[in-house]
């Protein structure tokens, strides 16, 4: 047997083989474009490789759409092939493709839990505990399994530096920043080309209020995902997200343009940073001019999906509102029919909770129904996490129930949202937040407060 460079055993035994899963381990770890490119002539050379076909399959999923389920289903079916003769470890990874195929992604996390039980060090396995576990909103959970494994990983062991920015992400995401930071700044550290760290203390500054600090953190540093596949717009995202927070409005459109939106793609990760961003923009009174029309296309022809809730939602956000009302209601009525179905199956259970109400409170507040918009969207909020994505990235929701709630007049509870929303942040407000306290304020003190709702 051999093993790979994370000293994992494997079932390869041709060093040209070895080398090529090498290279796709290090490039899911840094989120590398080569990553596919590689796995792709591994598994031409060796269709066999039950690990292989089992993360793919898996890489697959990950891409939350309805159409890569079918060539999932075929990379379990090639991960059957040698399974009797894989490895137990091996074998595992091909178990929790065929658990999250079957609408089961937490007990596929449980699989790759079981690895890291037997095989702390597995970097492969950590990484991909946290990606789906991301996807569930469980970020509890990521830091458990970090943690967990920290103890395996010596000074010298090759996927340190990768760990300490799966490790910074989930402190950030459990809201301990101080900490996440310093990980964050250690894993680029160790790891130059680990975006995922780096971008977890951007995450930091965004939930500190610091777009400053943010800025300074992220210029300079582009080689450390500029290699990226397109989790690249991504980052500049949250550097838009930092312009937009200082007010600098000309410098996002034109992130937006040139970087966040430099290919049309209708993958739901680059279609979330771009509706969300431009959603943004809309709530501070900027016009973002035709950009709507390219995401609404694209939107317009994902309406039953229904992979993951929180694709679905920023679907929404480019069909409410603009022009689509066919595809709006027939997105929020697959919404609603799938969580009736929901079962045993997490996504539909994810569409009943917290997507019926999210959706219906989108649908709202792109027909101008505040006060429905509110009412839905703040049955919603509890349960937000459960959507998946990150603090940042479901903020978004969270601005959209804040300004649906004060243009109906619904100021206290507006008030206590955003006391709930700066304690989660550490006591920290965003400009954001401070110019909706001014506008609670200013709307208090008018004549005719009197006609608003009682405090």
Known sequence: MTHDLFGQETSLKDPEMLDLWNAVQIGVLSHSAEAPVHLGKLLEAAPEFTLGQAAKGLFLLLLGRREMRTPARDALAAARIAYASALPRERLFAD???????????AAVEKLEQVLRGHPADSLAMKMSQAIRFVLGDSAGMRRSVERVMPAYAPDHPGRGYLLGCHAFALEETGDYSKAETAGRQALW????????????????????????GLDWLTGREEAWSHCNNFRYHVWWHKALMHLDLGQTDTVLDLYDR???????????????????????????????????ELSDLCAARTEDGSLIFADLHYLLALAGRGRPDETTRMVQRIHADAAAAGGDEARQRMA??????????????????????DHLAQARGSMQLAGG??????????MTIDAGIRAGRLSEVSRMLDSRRAQRGGAEDN?????????????????SRSLPAE
């Not at 975006?195 to 600090?213: E, P």
């Not at 431009?278 to 709507?292: K, P, Q, S, T, Y």
């Not at 990150?390 to 601005?399: K, L, N, P, T, Y």
């Open 190 to 213: 160790m790891a130059p080309d680990d975006a995922w760290g780096l971008h977890a203390v951007a995450h930091v500054h965004d939930m500190t209020g610091n777009a400053k600090a």
């Open 390 to 399: 990150s603090h940042a990235q479901r903020d978004v929701f969270e601005r």
């Open 432 to 448: 954001y937040a401070l110019a909706r306290r001014a506008l609670i304020s200013e709307a208090r003190n008018q004549p005719d």
């Open 353 to 374: 909770d917290p997507g019926r109400a999210a959706a219906s409170g989108l649908e709202a507040f792109g027909e101008g129904d505040f006060a429905l918009a509110f």
């Open 96 to 106: 929790a493709l065929e658990l999250w195929l079957a609408g089961r992604p937490t």
């Open 259 to 293: 970087e966040i939106r430099q290919d049309k793609t209708d993958d739901y990760r680059d279609i979330s940073n771009a509706t969300s961003l431009l959603m943004r923009l809309e709530l501070e009174g900027i016009a973002v001019g035709n950009r709507w029309e």
